[in-house]
Structures are given as structure tokens and as C-alpha cells.
């Protein structure tokens, strides 16, 4: 189902309200210690940690983050630092953001209400735009200019990399359609090997929003933003992420409404 007829309307005054990205953790390793406290023992899940996945082409695990209502984390069970570790790009290496994809359900049960597809994002930000090394998949509601700006453009997109015609948050990201309705392709590896190559990976961020309708049928638009310290981009791709999910809460409105 579309959310344009009841979105559109309200997108601009949603988006000047969405929450900026809470503030870290204290210690770059709080996330590694709470998957050895909560999702590693054998007493199984506890705590923050909702399910672990010991299956060999998964070894993720998924904990409910401590900033905002809706917003869950995709790990994996085992140390690994974050997009610039070259394990993620062997072959046979677990598709973490296609666990994350599935994950979005959590989301849509803490807000108690459907979740559309266009709505629901992943976000894996690079090493200067994170405070922790272990890594950590973002999964959350897209801010609601950002959902404006790829209604907006998508139909320019293609399935090969190219320029989002607009700056997102005053940044500029790559962008690529992917079709399908599960995330088979690994984000990962599109970035990797169709557009920074494995050296460069720890200066990117990626991110991947559900689209209705790629290609004649549900698929994804892949984000990808690069760091560059003269515009001051630290490629957080979680930047584009709204941990109130104003677009489907509508606390964006009633923030303005009190203002």
C-alpha cells in the first residue's frame, strides 16, 4: 500500500521535527561486552538481547537499543569490528543486513502498527561516523524528508551505482535500485565490488530502505555515502534514520504543535 496520499502532505513539518541520533555509548566496546553478558551464555538470551542465531551462515544476534522506542540492533555473535573488517567479504560470509531486513518486524511490533516497506531502513555507519567497533546494523523508520527525497528521485535510479540527484541531510550519497523482495544480494558486496572496492569500505556508510515497487515489484534502494572531511560528511549513514518514527507516530507534529 502506497503512504503517499497520507504522507506527503505532512513530510515537510515531519522531517524539521525528527530527532537527531542520541548520543553513544561511554566505551567503544559497551556493545561487544553486552553480547558476552546477555547473548552468549548458555542460559540463552537475556536482558537486552532478543534472539540469538548460532546456524553457521548466521551467528547473529538482535538487542533492542537503548535510543529510541523503535529502534533494534542487528550484531554479529562473534567479534567483528565493523564495515571495514575484511571478513564480511569472503565468500561464504554471513549476510547480516539480509538478518537485519527480517529483524524489521521487532520494529514494527514496538510501534504497534504496520510498518511499510518504504518506512522501514538499515543503517551501518563507517568507522568515523560510529562510537562502537563491534559491528552493529541500525534498524529503525526513515526520517520523512529522506522518504520525500527518494519518492521523489527513485524513478531516476537504476540498478548501477549513481548520484542521488539531491543531497540527503546535506550529504551526498550514491545510490542503486535493487530488486527483490529479501535482501539475497549482500548490500556489502555491492558497495565492495560495484563501487569502492574492498581497500576503501572503512571510508563509506550504507544504508538500505525498502521500496514498494523496483523493477515491477518490492525491492530496495542501497544508499551509500563516502567520508570527506571538507563538508564535514563522517559517512553516518544513520543520519538518515528517525529513532522517533515520526512519519508513522506523528511526534514530529505534536513537538511543533507545543513549540
Not at 537499543?65 to 575484511?86: C, T, W
Not at 510498518?115 to 541500525?138: D, F, K, M
Amino acid at each position: 500500500m502506497s503512504l503517499r496520499p497520507l504522507l506527503l502532505p505532512s513530510l515537510l513539518l515531519l522531517s524539521a521535527c525528527a530527532s537527531a541520533p542520541a548520543p553513544p555509548p561511554a566505551h567503544s566496546d559497551a556493545l561487544w561486552r553486552l553480547i558476552e553478558r546477555d547473548c552468549r551464555g548458555s542460559e540463552g538470551p537475556r536482558g537486552d538481547c532478543l534472539r540469538v542465531e548460532t546456524a553457521a551462515d548466521r551467528r547473529d544476534v538482535l538487542v533492542k537499543d537503548a535510543h529510541g522506542d523503535y529502534q533494534f540492533l542487528l550484531m554479529p555473535l562473534d567479534k567483528v569490528s565493523g564495515i571495514e573488517n575484511r571478513s564480511l567479504y569472503r565468500r561464504g560470509a554471513p549476510n547480516y543486513f539480509a538478518s537485519a531486513w527480517q529483524a524489521r518486524r521487532h520494529t514494527e511490533q514496538a510501534l504497534g502498527q504496520p510498518l511499510p516497506r518504504e518506512v522501514a531502513s538499515l543503517a551501518l555507519n563507517s568507522p568515523h561516523g560510529r562510537s562502537q567497533h563491534q559491528l552493529h546494523i541500525h534498524v529503525d523508520c526513515l526520517r520523512a524528508d529522506v522518504l520525500q527525497a527518494l519518492d521523489a528521485h527513485a524513478g531516476s535510479l537504476g540498478t548501477q551505482w549513481a548520484p542521488l540527484p539531491v543531497p540527503l541531510r546535506g550529504h551526498q550519497y550514491q545510490a542503486r535500485l535493487l530488486p527483490g523482495a529479501a535482501l539475497t544480494a549482500n548490500p556489502l558486496n555491492l558497495l565492495a565490488y560495484e563501487l569502492s572496492g574492498v581497500d576503501d569500505v572503512g571510508q563509506w556508510s550504507l544504508v538500505v530502505a525498502g521500496r514498494d515497487s523496483v523493477q515491477g515489484g518490492p525491492g530496495f534502494v542501497v544508499l551509500a555515502t563516502r567520508v570527506d572531511t571538507a563538508s564535514g560528511n563522517e559517512a553516518s549513514g544513520e543520519e538518515l534514520q528517525d529513532h522517533a518514527c515520526s512519519v508513522l507516530t506523528g511526534a514530529g507534529a505534536a513537538l511543533e504543535r507545543v513549540r
